[in-house]
């Protein structure tokens, strides 16, 4: 199969059943992309395909023949994250950072569809995505100071 | 407070938080090494069972696998947490306990392999009677599922202090209630994973979630019967512990064992089930509480008796046990106070420590205190003002309190909330409900209580902090790097951390018992500090100066009062190095903790040198049509000695009212048929969601312990609690009765509603 993965043409043999995430993780080694539930609840597992979230656990590799995939590697450039990845650092919207790769990659898809979000259709939009530290209210402001360009110097504020 | 601080006190952004937007930070799932090896595990089909026998042959002929372990390739050393609870085979030999207990394990080439090999391997058991409710096995005359405790009755914890009966002849109000709560789990969003290799030398290397790495490394090596310095626990980023992670798991030293016979290196990651089946999860209760008030509703006499679900092994059972009652006798003044706690063998998965363990209990204690306080007439919040700790006092169990803000807590978290306002004037199915609790900085823990950092200072004036500190998510790492940064004016990417390493990183007590911040915080502190005086020795020569007159911000050694007499740290680190004077630092902090109190044994005596307090509100509205509950607005208050960053503080309260409060009071629970857990995935147990949570006001309140580093101690988990509590209490107002049953479902609220409506209660 032939698929784009970040940006950059891939092209794999692969058997049919496997899924996307165990493609990028074990063929691709992208392990930033992770398997929490395995079973499409906890959306850890989250990769923009044609720049809509999805499911990478619950999604055939051989599904992704000819489309876009990004992953949170895709994020950003070396040394200059993304405003949204800032953002969370800043915000302390980052605990243990399980659920952030997917929890970004649902907020892109968020943003993208609705640049200009209000608290509820935040917490609407990242409702597909489990985390268990943070009670999700530092990620909402995370993504608030993004969409209002009310983004903090974090140190001393 | 000393005041002037560049970081300590700040909302400095994690120095960790990078590595985790980008994906880059390898969690033990995500480690790949050569030749590296699939594991797997094969579980008891029975919830009680005598093994027979287990044909391998079949699998080990299986192309592509490389390894088959059973309980006949192990050195039969039992793992308990405490010498007198080693009760537990990491891979039995004759008798399996619970539905899932491991049975063989095999490493492969691959899953699907490795899969296929576990079909292939034939175990014979025969079915023994099993019991799965706590007070029926209690009542069991036998055979039990240990031999040697009788009446299945795994631990008793008894303490009496006072005089119970006069304190209830005193009493002007009396009242019995029991309440009862299904088990809770952690699911943390890393599911277990474990990888294990052999270096050349014989040495065992091991990566996995941890809350505490030499908690792993020494049940390892008596296990594996090799020298403990042969065990090098690495570290990993850990997603999430939660209470739960501290003990040493079957599957770490099945992927050691499988490793050792392989060859190769074996990595092993549970499913979602093995993740709540076959590591810990709460104990269920049923805590029957008595309670004597006088007439301005002061407690002067309580008799509490807790049955625990403890599952099929002991594990921390003797904490579990105590803990409930522990918190309760810190947030309450108790003079006259008896509790028997039990925790019960069952054929059910094995019961530990969590965020919110006794969840029945605290809430127990603190919706009978709003019943008799409305008998009394007397709002819940008077209530626990009359009733609550003081600093200076001890416990009913001989801990003195240094240092205690609940007072504090109560009055801010009422006046933010606008308590005196809305309790009683709430519109129909609207309440309001308020829960207070205490939690231990650090338990005695005999020699690995203590926390030891050593610092080196790099010739570029920077440095690399060695510490046996582990982050579970927290933010360890981070108050590290912001510690010794302070001390040693230098910015926090100038700080290098070596942390969680067994190999390397001294003794450490592990993040379990929330010593953390105060243990490995004070070390780390005093490692900074000694280096600073050595520093201070140098610089004090070259400025001819008292080294005592001298500070260091901002890189700089300067003479206090005169700027311009100053030399860079890197000068001065450098002068060190050629005078024969390299300059490192040691600091250890070993909390002041009674060693002779034991839980069971002697449950008196200090049990931790610093006690937290939380006090939370809740506000939430009762659909009567649905029985589905909107949580509003809580407001949680914390004395948390002080906040080191008060960014990271809040996030502690927010997961905690999240894990403790909306999930713990509302959704969280096993259910069962017989020793089967029906919900063992994400998909039946239900955890919050971000459109689930309410808006949080924190407060964060500061008693500056005396003891802890800049007057820290724990922060968070007595807010995970109180939320309980304070849910718990608001759900009870809005619906005009007290349910004792949780999580506090739509199915039993309805109930609740409609029996009243009958006038049943």
């Not at chain 2, 036998?142 to 009966?165: A, L, R």
């Not at chain 2, 003195?400 to 933010?416: F, H, P």
Request: include cysteine.
């Amino acid at each position: 199969m032939s698929f784009a993965v970040n940006g950059e043409e891939v092209e794999l043999y692969i058997s049919p059943n496997r899924t996307l995430l165990e493609v990028l993780r074990e063929e691709l080694e992208l392990t930033g992309t992770k398997e929490s539930c395995g079973e499409g609840v906890c959306g850890s597992c989250t990769v923009l395909c044609d720049g809509v979230p999805l499911r990478s656990c619950l999604t055939l590799a051989l599904e992704m023949e000819g489309r876009e995939i990004t992953t949170v590697e895709g994020l950003g450039e070396q040394g200059r994250p993304d405003p949204i990845q800032q953002s969370f650092i800043d915000h302390g919207a980052v605990q243990c950072g399980f659920c952030t790769p997917g929890m970004l990659m649902s907020v892109k898809g968020l943003l993208k569809r609705n640049p200009t979000p209000n608290e509820e259709e935040i917490r609407r939009g990242i409702s597909g995505n489990i985390c268990r530290c943070t009670g999700y209210a530092k990620i909402v402001e995370a993504v608030t100071a993004v969409t209002t360009g009310s983004g903090r110097n974090a140190t001393g504020s | 407070m000393e005041k002037g601080f560049s970081l300590i006190g700040k909302r400095v952004p994690r120095v960790d938080s990078l590595s985790r937007v980008t994906g880059e930070v390898q969690f033990a799932a995500d480690l790949k090494l050569p030749r590296m090896l699939v594991g797997k595990i094969k579980r008891s089909s029975l919830a009680h069972a005598r093994i027979l026998h287990i044909d391998t042959s079949r699998a080990e002929r299986l192309k592509g696998v490389k390894a088959v372990v059973t309980g006949q390739d192990t050195g039969g050393v039992k793992w308990g947490v405490f010498r007198y609870t080693q009760d537990m085979d990491f891979l039995p030999r004759d008798r399996v306990r619970y539905f899932g207990e491991e049975i063989a394990a095999v490493a492969a080439v691959d899953e699907e392999t490795a899969l296929e090999a576990l079909d292939l391997i034939d175990v014979d058991l025969e079915e023994l009677p099993a019991v799965y409710d706590p007070i029926e096995a209690m009542a069991s005359e036998g055979p039990w599922i240990h031999e040697d405790y009788p009446n299945n009755v795994n631990v008793h914890v008894n303490i009496d202090v006072g005089d119970i009966e006069k304190g209830f002849k005193e009493s002007s109000l009396i009242r019995e209630d029991t309440f009862t709560a299904a088990e809770d789990d952690y699911f943390m969003g890393e599911p277990y994973a474990v990888v294990a290799r052999f270096d050349d030398d014989g040495n065992l290397e091991i990566w996995m979630p941890n809350a505490g790495p030499h908690m792993k490394s020494k049940p390892l090596s008596n296990a594996l019967q090799m020298p403990l310095h042969k065990v090098k626990v690495r570290k990993i980023a850990i997603g999430g512990a939660f209470g739960g992670r501290s003990e040493i798991s079957p599957a770490d030293y099945i992927c050691a064992l499988l490793s050792r016979k392989s060859g190769r290196p074996v990595k092993i990651v549970y499913t979602r089930e093995e993740n709540a089946v076959n590591v810990r999860m709460g104990h269920a209760l049923i805590t029957t509480i008595k309670t004597g008030v006088d007439r301005e509703g002061k407690v002067l006499a309580r008799d509490i008796t807790c049955y625990m679900d403890g599952g099929a092994y002991s594990s921390t059972g003797p904490i579990a046990t105590s803990v409930p009652f522990l918190c309760m006798e810190q947030a309450y003044r108790m003079e006259n106070v008896r509790y028997n706690g039990y925790r019960i063998f069952t054929n059910k998965p094995i019961r530990g420590m969590i965020r919110m363990h006794g969840r029945s209990f605290a809430c127990g204690i603190d919706l009978q205190l709003d019943m008799m306080g409305e008998e009394l007439g007397i709002d819940p919040v008077t209530m626990r003002l009359r009733n609550a700790r003081q600093a200076g006092e001890y416990t009913p169990t001989g801990s003195y309190v240094s240092s205690c803000g609940l007072t504090e807590c109560i009055e801010k978290a009422a006046l933010k909330s606008g308590w005196k306002e809305k309790y009683g004037n709430l519109p129909p199915w609207r309440g309001i409900g308020i829960g207070i609790n205490s939690v231990q900085t650090g338990f005695p823990l005999g020699i690995r209580g203590g926390s030891q950092a050593i610092i080196k200072f790099n010739e570029d004036g920077g440095v690399t902090l060695i510490s046996g500190v582990v982050d579970n998510g927290q933010g360890n790492d981070n108050m590290l790097v912001q510690v010794v940064a302070e001390e040693l004016g230098l910015s926090m990417a100038e700080v290098m951390l070596i942390t969680a390493d067994t190999e390397v990183t001294p003794n450490d007590p592990g993040s379990y018992s929330m010593v953390t911040t105060f243990a490995g915080g004070n070390a780390a502190r005093l490692a900074a500090v000694d280096a600073r005086n050595k520093l201070f020795d140098i610089a004090a020569k070259a400025l001819e100066a008292n080294p005592r007159d001298l500070m260091l911000k901002d890189k700089k050694i300067s003479v206090a009062g005169s700027p311009d007499r100053f030399i860079p740290l890197k000068k001065a680190v450098r002068m060190g190095l050629i005078q024969g004077m390299p300059v490192s630092g040691e600091g250890h902090y070993a909390p002041k903790v009674d060693h002779t109190r034991e839980w069971v044994k002697n449950p008196k005596g200090q049990l931790s040198e610093a006690f937290s307090f939380g006090a939370t509100i809740a506000e939430v509205e009762v659909n009567p049509e649905t029985g589905m509950v909107k949580a509003l607005e809580v407001t949680a208050a914390q004395d948390c000695g002080f906040a080191l960053n008060p960014m990271l503080v809040e996030g502690q309260f927010e997961g905690s009212v999240a894990m403790g409060g909306q999930g713990g009071m509302l959704t969280e629970h096993h259910f069962w048929d017989g020793g089967r857990c029906l919900n063992p995935t994400q998909l039946e147990y239900k955890v919050p969601l971000a459109c689930d949570m309410p808006r949080i006001n924190n407060i964060i309140v500061e008693s500056l312990d005396p003891a802890g580093p800049y007057g820290a101690k724990e922060a968070g988990m007595s807010i995970a609690m109180s939320a309980a509590q304070a849910y718990a209490a608001a759900i009870s107002n809005a619906i005009g009765v007290t349910l004792t049953d949780f999580p506090m479902t739509p199915e039993k609220i309805l109930k609740a509603i409609e029996e009243k409506n009958q006038g049943g209660r």
